[in-house]
DNA sequence: TATACGTGTAGATGTCTGTCGACATGATGA
DNA sequence: TCATCATGTCGACAGACATCTACACGTATA
């Protein structure tokens, strides 16, 4: 066992007796109980597409494309960047994480690209 | 006038061009006014709330720790730490975040950090 | 009051990601 | 078919961020 394993156990051992002070119960081990929970939730597919639906948001410009959607239920690739202010290879990258996430559609129009919110974007964001 | 500024300008010009074609006007420039609308869009306080929202939720540890607490009501930081497994350091600097977004409330009680999620934190996530 | 304890803070570090320029791809039109 | 155009893709780089260790700060308890 490496230092470092011992040292993480050493960790966990103190967190345990401490989460049985917090909660007054006898349990060999408080930990696992939380640990197991979250793992659980962690592994739902709701809480995975919640997880990638919130990193898709979390940028700036790509909360700002979407409320632009929203305005505008239908975007070509180079109205989104005149109002981002970037490159296309920007917005490309952008818009493609945010169809990765479920959050907008794609139409290819001859020439042109053209992207609106999924249909289940309803609320949440201005 | 820089190489990369006249670069922008030439390229803020090509892009204006395609807009007239793509909208059949004739305005001098059709990039103000997405950039315009997109500027005043970010510049609302409702904007900048959603992004700091969204930027804090996007971290999966952080969304794990919401989830948690959607069904303890309330948890204390030794909690939160067993859940996401991860050093008291961490869990203090995500709870930190979470807090200045607005998504949880934090209360001292002697030497125990209780956390519960913000009241207008009703909807959203699992 | 001194010690143990739970948590916040600061600095260092490795990883992730937003951005760009350059090139590739698919569509339109002469 | 070849040229032009709108967009996607790739590789590189800089800045942001998550994480840790070490230390500091308040609180409770002997």
Request: net charge positive.
């Amino acid at each position: 066992m490496s230092v470092d394993m011992m040292s993480a156990a050493k960790d966990l051992a103190v967190l345990g007796s401490r989460l049985e002070r917090l909660t007054g119960e006898e349990a060999d081990c408080c930990v696992p109980l939380y640990r197991d929970e979250a793992a659980k939730i962690a592994r739902s597919p709701r809480f995975r597409a919640s997880a990638a639906r919130a990193r898709a948001l979390a940028d700036e410009r790509r909360l700002l494309a979407v409320a632009l959607l929203r305005r505008r239920a239908e975007l070509c690739a180079c109205e989104i960047q005149a109002g981002l202010g970037v490159t296309h290879a920007t917005v490309s990258h952008h818009m493609r994480i945010l169809t990765k996430a479920g959050v907008v559609e794609s139409e290819r129009r001859g020439k042109w690209m053209y992207y609106r919110l999924s249909d289940r974007e309803g609320g949440g964001l201005p």
